[in-house]
C-alpha cells in the first residue's frame, strides 16, 4: 500500500469588496483537509472563501456569512 496524494492549498478569505483579510495554509491528504480555520476575528458579514492549489488553481470557491 502506498502513500496517500497530499497537496499543499492556500485558502483566502476576502470581504464584499474583494479584499482579502484572512489567508491560511494546509495540506489536504487523499483529498482531505481535517482542521480549523478561525474566524473570530472577523466582523459580522458576508465573505467568499477560495481555495487555491498548486499553480495557483482555484480548486474550490463559497461565501458564508459571519453572524
Not at 479584499?19 to 487523499?30: I, Q, S, W
Not at 483537509?33 to 466582523?43: A, I, M, Y
Request: aromatic share 12%; charged share 20%; proline share 3%.
Amino acid at each position: 500500500c502506498g502513500e496517500l496524494p497530499t497537496f499543499d492549498f492556500e485558502v483566502t478569505v476576502s470581504d464584499v469588496s474583494g479584499k482579502v483579510v484572512k489567508t491560511f495554509t494546509g495540506t489536504a491528504v487523499d483529498g482531505y483537509f481535517d482542521g480549523v480555520f478561525d474566524v473570530s476575528s472577523l466582523t459580522p458579514g458576508v465573505y467568499a472563501v477560495t481555495v487555491i492549489g498548486a499553480n495557483n488553481e482555484v480548486r474550490h470557491g463559497s461565501r458564508f456569512v459571519k453572524q
